[in-house]
C-alpha cells in the first residue's frame, strides 16, 4: 500500500513565521502535490512537483513556497504565516505518468493565530 | 463556474439502502475520473479510478461515468454504518485534479 506521511497532523503557528509542512511517500513516486482543504472551497492545488528540484504552480500558490530535494520528500512553506491560511493541508503523491491517481496522507490542520 | 460541480448533501439513508452520489463537469478535456472517500480527520482515501465512460464496480461500489453529459455518479448497495463518510468526485487531465466540493454521507444503523 501506498504511504503518504505528513510529518504533524496538528500545528499553531503565529502570524509572520516562517512555517515548514513536510510529507515523505515510501513508493518511489515521481509526482508530489500540495492542497489545501476548507469547507465550501473544495480542495485547491497550492504546488506540485513531476521531479526532484522542479515545481510548479498550482491554483493558489500566492504565499507559499515548496522544496523538493530529494524524491520522496515534499516540503509546503509559508514564508510569512498569515490568518487566512489557517487550513487542512494535503499532501499526496502519484506514479510516473500524467494520469495516474493520486494517493493522499491524513493531513497537516494548520491554525494561524 | 466551478469545473466539477458536486451534489452538496448532506445526506441521510438507513442501513441497506442503495446510494447514489452525483457530479457534473464542465471541462470536456477531462480524461480520467476518480471517487475518494473521507473519513472525519483522515486523508481522502481513493475508491475508484475510471479513464473510459461506462460502469467500474468494484464490490459495493459502482462508478459510472457519462462523458456525452458529462455526468459523473457512484452507486452503493447494501449501505453500511462504516460507508459514513464524506465522499469526493474528481476529474483529471494532463496531470491536474480538480475536486468537487464533497457529499456527506450518514447510513444509519
Known amino acids: 500500500d501506498v504511504k503518504v506521511t505528513q510529518s504533524s497532523r496538528y500545528l499553531v503557528k503565529r502570524t509572520g513565521e516562517k512555517v515548514f509542512l513536510e510529507c515523505v511517500q515510501d513508493?518511489?513516486?515521481?509526482?508530489m502535490f500540495w492542497y489545501r482543504q476548507d469547507p465550501g472551497l473544495g480542495l485547491r492545488l497550492i504546488y506540485f512537483s513531476y521531479d526532484v528540484k522542479m515545481k510548479e504552480k498550482g491554483d493558489i500558490p500566492e504565499g507559499y513556497s515548496v522544496s523538493r530535494e530529494k524524491k520522496e520528500r515534499f516540503s509546503l512553506i509559508l514564508e510569512s504565516a498569515s490568518t487566512n491560511q489557517t487550513s487542512m493541508y494535503l499532501c499526496?503523491?502519484?506514479?510516473?505518468?500524467?494520469?495516474?491517481?493520486?494517493?493522499f496522507g491524513d493531513g497537516t490542520r494548520l491554525s494561524i493565530l | 463556474q466551478k469545473e466539477v460541480e458536486q451534489d452538496p448533501g448532506p445526506l441521510s439513508v438507513p442501513e441497506g439502502a442503495i446510494v447514489s452520489l452525483n457530479c457534473t463537469y464542465s471541462n470536456s478535456a477531462f480524461q480520467y475520473f476518480m471517487w475518494y472517500r473521507q473519513y472525519s480527520r483522515k486523508g481522502p482515501e481513493l475508491l475508484m479510478y475510471t479513464y473510459s465512460s461506462g460502469n467500474k464496480e468494484d464490490g459495493r461500489f459502482t462508478a459510472q461515468v457519462d462523458k456525452s453529459s458529462k455526468y459523473i455518479s457512484l452507486f452503493i448497495r447494501d449501505s453500511q454504518p462504516s460507508d459514513s463518510a464524506t465522499y469526493l468526485c474528481g476529474a483529471g487531465e494532463a496531470g491536474k485534479s480538480t475536486f468537487g466540493d464533497g457529499t456527506t454521507l450518514t447510513v444509519k444503523p
Open positions: 499526496a503523491s502519484s506514479s510516473e505518468g500524467w494520469d495516474q491517481p493520486q494517493h
Open positions: 513508493m518511489d513516486h515521481e509526482n
